[in-house]
């Protein structure tokens, strides 16, 4: 996948231009053979889970080949999701659905017992309005957790520059894993109660 002006990343004409042009399955920062161990450690395969800005990659697919048996993907561009409800119409493990991680009012409150984010917070600290746009899709990721559920935030961000963001009136135990030499960072966290 060619990589385009990052202050885009938070526009959805900018994600279905990117995936008309280049649809081929695309993995950000780590395959789910190195992330499985850690998976594995902090989600339960029968959790209910909630991948946020999915893409085109086939990490959902890996878990739900792994056992994994409910994965509910949202992503801004339809091109893609579109893309990704005609590739997998036979795995009814996996749905797929536009939608904007700063708005999902479509799900209930603790609708999934895990939130998975492999770049889309990245992704918003690329944007304009960074500070606003994450703390929106944050207030979302905790109100569809269920209490007690996990968020898997991957990212590049380092813990000096993620844990402002963290740092909310209900607060987040959290767990940090470092990964490929420290070029990415896997952190666990869940929701107090």
């Known amino acids: 996948m060619t990589l385009g002006n990052p202050q885009a990343y938070g526009d959805a004409s900018y994600w279905d231009n990117r995936y008309r042009q280049d649809n081929g399955p695309f993995d950000w920062y780590q395959q789910y053979s190195g992330l499985a161990p850690l998976f594995h450690l902090y989600i339960p395969k029968r959790h209910r889970i909630l991948m946020v800005g999915c893409g085109n990659a086939v990490l959902s697919e890996d878990m739900v080949n792994d056992g994994y048996q409910e994965i509910v993907n949202v992503d801004i561009s339809s091109v893609v999701i ?112």
């Open 82 to 193: 579109e893309a990704m409800q005609k590739k997998y119409q036979d795995y009814p493990q996996l749905r797929y659905e536009k939608m904007d991680v700063r708005d999902m009012t479509a799900f209930g409150n603790s609708s999934f017992d895990s939130v998975v984010d492999k770049g889309m917070l990245d992704s918003l600290m690329c944007g304009p309005n960074a500070q606003q746009n994450v703390g929106k899709m944050l207030e979302e990721v905790r109100r569809v957790l269920k209490p007690r559920g996990v968020y898997i935030l991957i990212t590049y961000g380092g813990p000096h520059v993620r844990m402002p963001h963290l740092k909310a009136p209900e607060s987040w135990t959290i767990t940090l894993h470092v990964l490929n030499q420290g070029l990415e960072e896997l952190w666990k966290l869940h929701l107090g109660q």
